[in-house]
């Protein structure tokens, strides 16, 4: 007893002498600033007043105060937020003010206060105090400080830490022994009620007076000094009319225990934030809460979010999450930020039918999750939010779906009709599933895919089909590369549709047919997208907005002949080098109804004799082209400048033009001799195709028809291409090695040319009758005409008939850089080979074993 009292004097001498200092400082700072305090219009000046009818609201809030100037006493409101008050002692300046209804104190470094600071004040109805330094003081006492306070409808006092100071915080229990909470006469007259725990000893004391609290709305900040463990329901006992409960916790919370508010029957909403709970913890705490409020049948909405402190958690949603189907008033569940994925493919069954709204952004499920495992058994859900779906500690696979994985599916295909209408699924570290052809969702108007980049890069064909009355569409960057051709036909209520950040390039110009069903589109947006070709919006006759910037359209081709109510078209950092006389025409015939805003910056722009148009267009004319100055511009000797003075550009270039008209025929000449040259070209080019085609058309194969259809009669088996030089080797070798020894009939030139015809007709004809092509190669063939010839007509009639019909065969050594390459491709596409240099009568046995092999081959 006497080392406690010795405690307790020396206490209370560390405060005097405290008091005293600070008193003290008081009267040094009012002895200077005295002229100024008794200068009650310069005072007034640094705080605002405001009357409506009877009130008085006096807003003191920013100014860098350090103690409360003097208020009016009619006040009725008045706001000290966010000042440097940091000690309210001994002048109360709230005395007097018996009107005074709110005040707000929050955002200031306040560490000490007088117990009487709120005496008299018999109608204050709101007291706010929010990131306070008031745990500093340990002596106070609420219940002395709210003496009185009887209609305090609203109280808040929560505390911060210094940004300087380090801390590890410690249970509430072992470090204040305050006034017990149910012991406060007015925190239990007040109907909100927003309170770190840090201030207040929780454990129920039996010996204390009980209070019924009538607070409905309850805001628990447990942990930025001390935390509690553990709530249970003996601290919520004595608040029977709880409507909302909101906790954050910042700290550790080992667990909720599983009837930690299972009295709470008046309870509509509940949120619990941030608890940051070690691994393990947090799905027993999922599981404890929703045991909690298995019998709340109030409850409207279920709010826990980011629990699981980064790590990702396997989830049982069968095994994890109480049954809730009771709780018929249960609309809306958030489990935000809370890194859950499931564990396989499950039921998820355990919502009631009244949920209407389910937020799962910030985890870590896939779409196949959300589909087959959330939507399948929760049809009526209006709102989903899986956006950020990427917290995620590892890579998990993707399971594709087994009609055998959920029993309860029906085995017959049937409509599976979904209540949804608002759905969003971002950031997806998974592949997307789009579901089933069967999957309907009628009232599906907002759908938001976008920042996916393990799409399936398409979008398939069933899409629209499914979701008819989609208003809004995003899937912007998701590395998409292909739409089928019916995957938006039926979106015919799509008013937005943003496909920006992608690949569609790919799909070249039939994109603009896949958007052609869009007819109440209005917002179209598909931005970087390496486009090149885009040729009609004419169907979409509602268009407003139009962006395709960060493409590769070297001209702007589709007509806006009725897209007459388009605003904004943006075509920036694209390679347009000119606008058509139709964009001018159509974009003239807009302007002329309502403004309308045209970007071309990041093209660059021609200044010639032939856009002279264009310039006096953009000149004269009433569509805003924005930042028009910035627009670059390129003359025909390679010089490139700004549009900043296009109107003296226009004038320099008409002058220059008009003097060129005399060049005009010489131009035309050149024109026509560059035709002739690049005709000659292309004819030269293509002179093997040209030839093989004129040849084919006069040539009648025979055909006999077999059960696959219609097969060609061949009348050789192989055709023979030598030069004179090779000879002994090729006519005499294949006389005796492929005719007499092994049965093959070959069409050999000297032999079994039609006399009388063109020697290109009879190689034509050779080769189209002959079922296989042999080539024997050599330096002499290289030079020969014919030869080359009867290589290119084979190669032809090879690509055409897409038959296996070339073998080559190299009977001597030839360098690589002296072989052509027409001769190369065929080297390098087909198999060849090598006549024996040895002449062994067995390897050339083998050889023409092969040869025979090649050409009988079915």
């Excluded at 009130?55 to 000290?80: E, G, H, Q």
């Excluded at 997208?529 to 359209?553: A, G, T, W």
């Excluded at 070339?806 to 190369?824: C, K, N, Q, R």
Aim: net charge neutral; hydrophobic share 40%; charged share 20%.
């Amino acid at each position: 007893m006497k080392r406690l009292l010795i405690f307790v004097w020396t206490m209370d001498l560390h405060i005097l002498s405290s008091v005293i200092l600070f008193q003290t400082n008081i009267y040094i700072s009012y002895s200077i600033t005295a002229p100024l305090i008794m200068n009650n219009d310069k005072l007034k000046q640094r705080c605002d007043e405001r009357r409506v009818t009877t009130a008085v609201y006096v807003d003191c809030s920013n100014r860098n105060l350090t103690s409360i100037p003097p208020l009016p006493k009619l006040a009725t409101s008045v706001d000290l937020t966010n000042n440097l008050l940091r000690m309210i002692l001994f002048r109360n300046p709230f005395q007097g003010m018996s009107d005074l209804r709110e005040i707000n104190l929050s955002d200031n470094p306040l560490e000490y206060v007088s117990v009487n600071l709120f005496t008299g004040l018999f109608n204050l109805s709101k007291l706010i105090i929010r990131n306070s330094l008031l745990y500093k003081q340990t002596t106070l006492v609420l219940d002395s400080l709210l003496a009185g306070l009887y209609n305090l409808k609203e109280f808040s006092l929560t505390f911060e830490i210094p940004k300087n100071r380090k801390f590890s915080p410690v249970p509430c229990s072992f470090r204040y022994k305050s006034q017990p909470f149910e012991n406060i006469d007015a925190i239990g007259f007040a109907e909100i009620l927003e309170i770190d725990t840090a201030l207040l000893k929780w454990q129920t004391n039996e010996t204390f007076k009980k209070v019924i609290y009538q607070t409905k709305s309850l805001h628990l900040i447990n942990g930025f000094v001390c935390f509690y463990g553990t709530l249970t329901n003996r601290q919520f006992y004595y608040m029977p009319f709880l409507e909302m409960i909101k906790i954050d916790n910042i700290f550790l919370t080992s667990k909720l225990t599983d009837n930690f508010i299972t009295t709470q029957k008046h309870l509509q909403h509940l949120a619990i934030y941030g608890p940051n709970t070690p691994y393990g913890y947090a799905i027993d705490l999922i599981y404890n809460v929703s045991v909690s409020i298995s019998d709340l049948y109030k409850l409207k909405t279920l709010l826990l979010n980011g629990i699981s402190n980064d790590l990702r958690l396997k989830f049982h949603c069968s095994l994890g999450l109480h049954n809730l189907s009771a709780l018929n008033s249960l609309q809306t569940v958030s489990i935000i930020g809370n890194s859950l994925s499931f564990n396989s493919a499950e039921e998820c069954d355990n919502f009631p039918k009244s949920l209407q709204h389910l937020d799962l952004q910030d985890n870590c499920f896939s779409s196949y999750d959300i589909n087959y495992s959330v939507l399948f058994f929760n049809k009526q859900i209006k709102t989903l939010n899986a956006s950020n779906q990427n917290r995620c500690s590892f890579k998990s696979l993707h399971k594709e779906w087994k009609q055998t994985q959920f029993p309860t599916q029906p085995a017959v295909e049937t409509k599976n009709v979904y209540d949804l209408e608002w759905f969003v699924l971002t950031n997806s570290k998974e592949p997307l599933d789009f579901g089933e052809s069967n999957d309907f969702y009628p009232n599906l108007t907002y759908m938001d895919l976008s920042s996916n980049f393990k799409v399936n890069n398409k979008i398939p064909s069933f899409f629209s089909s499914c979701r008819p009355s989609m208003i809004f569409f995003n899937m912007s960057k998701c590395k998409l590369s292909e739409i089928e051709e019916y995957s938006l036909s039926n979106l015919s209520k799509l008013e937005t549709l943003d496909l920006s950040s992608n690949m569609l390039g790919s799909i070249g110009c039939v994109l603009s047919d896949r958007l052609s069903n869009l007819v109440s589109l209005e917002v179209l947006n598909i931005a970087d997208n390496q486009i090149n070709c885009f040729n009609s919006v004419r169907s979409m006759r509602n268009l407003q907005r139009l962006n395709m910037s960060n493409n590769q359209l070297q001209s702007f081709d589709a007509s806006l002949e009725y897209n007459l109510n388009l605003e904004y078209i943006d075509l920036s950092n694209n390679r347009i080098s000119k606008l058509s006389e139709d964009n001018m025409r159509d974009l003239t015939a807009i302007a002329g109804q309502h403004n309308v805003e045209v970007i071309l910056s990041g093209n660059v722009l021609l200044c010639t004799c032939d856009t002279l148009q264009i310039l006096e267009w953009m000149i004269k004319t009433k569509v805003k082209l924005v930042k028009r100055n910035e627009y670059l511009c390129s003359y025909s000797n390679g010089s490139i400048s700004t549009l900043k003075e296009i109107s003296h550009i226009y004038s320099s270039l008409n002058n220059e033009c008009s003097h060129k008209s005399t060049l005009i025929i010489f131009i035309s000449v050149i024109i026509a001799f560059f035709l002739v040259m690049v005709s000659g070209i292309l004819m030269y080019k293509f002179r093997w195709q040209i030839r093989y085609w004129y040849y084919k058309n006069k040539i009648k194969i025979p055909y006999k028809p077999t059960s696959y259809g219609y097969e060609q009669i061949f009348e050789y088996d192989v055709f023979i291409s030598y030069a004179s030089e090779d000879y002994e080797i090729a006519r005499s070798g294949t006389l005796n090695e492929l005719e007499t020894k092994r049965g093959v009939h070959a069409c050999i030139h000297e032999r079994d040319f039609q006399p009388g015809e063109s020697i290109a007709l009879n190689i034509s004809k050779g080769i189209r009758n002959s079922r296989r092509t042999i080539l024997f190669v050599s330096d002499s063939f290289l030079k020969s005409e014919w030869c080359m010839y009867e290589l290119n007509i084979a190669r032809m009639e090879s690509l055409h008939s897409k038959r296996k019909l070339i073998l080559t065969v190299m009977i001597e050594t030839i360098p690589y850089a002296s072989i052509p390459f027409d001769v190369l491709d065929i080297i390098n596409t087909y198999t060849y080979l090598k006549y024996p240099a040895n002449k062994n009568d067995k390897d050339i046995n083998v050889f023409w074993n092969k040869c025979a092999e090649f050409v009988l081959e079915s």
